[in-house]
């Protein structure tokens, strides 16, 4: 394990071989600090937001309206109890493509994900997702936490996205108290 300032720290969750700020579409899950149940409950195979929840749900979409100039797309989405699961597209823009001719473009660079400012990737959105969602939730419940990480997954192909779709879509009915 690394240190800094002579102090462990976890390395990246991200994929070394991978930039995102690329084209793709990408799952995420982000849960809350201990899996606290901050955003409702799932009755009857549905959820019921609270406050916090319903923070959550209006954040999300806010989410793509704030940052036009990404070309951002949302996929299906559900929060649940202790976590958010969201499927969000990053589709070609000034930030990840290079045009060379009009019938011609590509990724601005072959650069993999590197250490440093991640503006205009998936980490800055979610990043500012969370910011915004609490700043809010501790309005009502200054003990609002995130964990601090979150997962990604690169989906790579119309089979993958469609099968995490119908996770996402399910999940509410397949809950059991605290998995995700």
């Known amino acids: 394990m690394e240190?800094?300032?002579?102090?462990?720290?976890?390395?990246?969750?991200?994929?070394?071989?991978?930039?995102?700020a690329w084209d793709a579409a990408y799952f995420i899950t982000i849960c809350t600090h201990d899996r606290k149940c901050w955003f409702g409950d799932v009755l009857k195979g549905k959820i019921v937001l609270s406050e916090i929840g319903e923070i959550v749900n209006q954040e999300w979409i806010k989410t793509f309206d704030m940052r036009p100039d990404m070309n951002l797309k949302m996929g299906e989405f559900v929060v649940m109890p202790n976590h958010f699961h969201a499927i969000i597209r990053i589709g070609p823009n000034e930030y990840n493509s290079v045009c060379r001719t009009p019938n011609h473009c590509g990724p601005a660079s072959n650069t993999m994900n590197q250490f440093g400012p991640q503006?205009?990737?998936?980490?800055s959105i979610i990043r500012g997702f969370k910011t915004a969602v609490t700043k809010d939730a501790r309005?009502?419940?200054?003990?609002?936490?995130?964990?601090?990480?979150?997962?990604?997954?690169?989906?790579?192909?119309?089979?993958?996205?469609?099968?995490?779709?119908?996770?996402?879509?399910?999940?509410?009915?397949k809950w059991g108290g605290d998995g995700i």
């Open 119 to 123: 503006s205009k990737k998936l980490p």
């Open 139 to 173: 309005i009502i419940n200054p003990d609002f936490k995130w964990q601090m990480r979150y997962h990604d997954h690169i989906i790579r192909n119309e089979k993958s996205y469609h099968r995490i779709t119908k996770y996402i879509l399910d999940n509410p009915g």
């Open 3 to 20: 240190k800094f300032q002579n102090k462990f720290r976890n390395g990246t969750a991200r994929a070394p071989f991978w930039d995102y």
